[in-house]
């Protein structure tokens, strides 16, 4: 499923810089549209993200105190175009903090391109048979 928020970010670059660095720095937590009433159905959730001015975007935290994920399995998956591994654990701190209950993995930083590590990644958290 794909999280959309309520309100569209500008398709402008900067524009939507600008939103998404106002709500990290405020620490919102943006209303989603398409948001299910619930996720009870699944054990495992892999949630993947930008990084969006040095962590995950706050939507990503709208999404999971959404919801119970006591005994839920998540795993989150990033990429951006620093490739910054410093930003990339501040956003797996942002989803720790955020997945209340939940047992969050270590979270898979790789370029599209790699997909020897992202094949690696499923593969040694039994995600793929």
């Known amino acids: 499923m794909e999280i959309q928020p309520e309100t569209p970010y500008p398709t402008d670059y900067n524009e939507c810089g600008e939103v998404a660095r106002a709500e990290r720095d405020n620490n919102e937590r943006p209303a989603i549209a398409n948001l299910p009433e619930s996720i009870k159905e699944y054990d495992t959730i892999l949630i993947g993200y930008p ?26 998956f990033t990429q951006s175009a620093s490739m910054d591994t410093e930003q990339f654990d501040n956003s797996i701190a942002f989803v720790r903090e955020n997945a209340d209950g939940a047992t969050v993995y270590d979270g898979l930083f790789a370029r599209p391109s790699d997909t020897e590590t992202i094949d690696g990644y499923l593969e040694n958290n039994g995600l793929v048979q």
Do not use: C, N, R
């Not at 990084?51 to 989150?76: C, Q, R």
């Open 51 to 76: 990084i969006w001015w040095h962590t995950a975007p706050m939507i990503i935290g709208s999404f999971l105190e959404s919801y119970d994920l006591t005994d839920k399995e998540v795993y989150p």
